[in-house]
């Protein structure tokens, strides 16, 4: 698998994470919860998975991990490729040295084991026997990109549930893995806290890593997804651009709420109103009305 401290490119050509017809039932399941899933997402690449509750979202990202079929069992069909390689015979820790998870609940994901911020970030780093002053520059790297410096000598479990999203995020892409999934990690978090942590996961992306990303916030997903899959009933029922997904009449039929811009234009297209384009901001939607001759400050 891949050397520690390689070179990243953001080279699009190459997929990160493949699946070819993939199909799965867990165990006591009455039917496949993943049906036929044909997905390729790019090395670089912002994918966001969307859909109603019980669509397969999180059944995906654990499938991406290894963790479906090798942890829950199951009846599983077709193939998964990280980076190319199959990983039918790859443990979950080997699929772990290239696949990072982080989810819903940071609380759950702290080691509970130590007593600061700094330490927490350190905490995998040691595991692997990474020499100390490695340690220290990565370290102090993360929290700088993750802007919680100010936090560095705290008590991960006295921060708030914004404060802890971001430092669970940091002790994850500290360890430097290509492809980072991340299962809903805004559900529980207020406005502000949100914009932190998908600057976060965009600062990810921006180092090249791949970002398969579970969200139920959709102004967000419109705004950094490179692309969008709409889950429904364990199949994928439109794949594009967030502008493609979001107009495709799928998300409407699968109660999809829309980004707030797509919702005005397609209120203002009812009323013979045409906006141009699909805006995916609200201020990107004024701009596209006032025929883009006037700057809105986004
Ligand atoms: N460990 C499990 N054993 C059996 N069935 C499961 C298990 N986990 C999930 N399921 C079932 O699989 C289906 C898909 O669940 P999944 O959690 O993947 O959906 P989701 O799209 O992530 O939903 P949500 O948005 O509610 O998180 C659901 O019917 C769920 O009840």
Known sequence: MRPRGHHRSKDCAVDSVTLTDVTYTYPGSEGPVLRDINLSIRAGEFCSIIGPNGAGKTTLCAAIRGFVPKFYKGDFEGTVRIKGEDIADASIGEIARDVGFVFQNPFTQMSGITASVYDELAFGLRNLGVPPAQIRERVEGMLELAGITAFRDRDPFQLSGGQQQRVALAAMLIMEQDVIVIDEPTSQ????????????????????????????????????????????????????????????PAAASHGITLPESIELAQRLAGHGVTVPGSPLTVPALIGALSGGSHHVAD
């Open 189 to 248: 978090l207020d406005p502000q806290s949100t914009d932190d942590v998908f600057a976060l996961i965009e600062a990810a992306q921006k180092q090249g890593r791949t970002i398969v990303l579970v969200e139920h916030k959709m102004g967000h997903v419109a705004r950094y997804s490179d692309r969008v899959v709409l889950m429904g009933e364990g199949r994928i029922q439109a794949i594009g651009t967030p502008a493609d997904v979001f107009t495709d």
